[in-house]
């Protein structure tokens, strides 16, 4: 479960846009299965594949 966050920010002579992603998790496996999030490390796995389409382009 992610969540995009976008900001624009203006500058002098510029406008800079910021994406920002949550990617949302729980640790409590009964919570989990009600509020529809995934675990720590799917979490991570998920930013990490993120972060690599980030950067890749």
């Given at each position: 479960?992610?969540?995009?966050?976008?900001?624009?920010?203006?500058?002098?002579?510029?406008?800079?846009?910021?994406?920002?992603?949550?990617?949302?998790?729980?640790?409590?496996?009964?919570r989990?299965?009600?509020?529809?999030?995934?675990?720590?490390?799917?979490?991570?796995?998920?930013?990490?594949?993120?972060?690599?389409?980030?950067?890749?382009g």
């Open positions: 479960m992610a969540k995009k966050v976008v900001r624009v920010i203006p500058h002098e002579e510029s406008i800079e846009v910021r994406v920002s992603t949550y990617v949302y998790f729980d640790d409590n496996p009964g989990r299965s009600i509020n529809g999030r995934v675990s720590r490390d799917e979490a991570v796995a998920e930013a990490k594949r993120i972060a690599r389409e980030a950067r890749d």
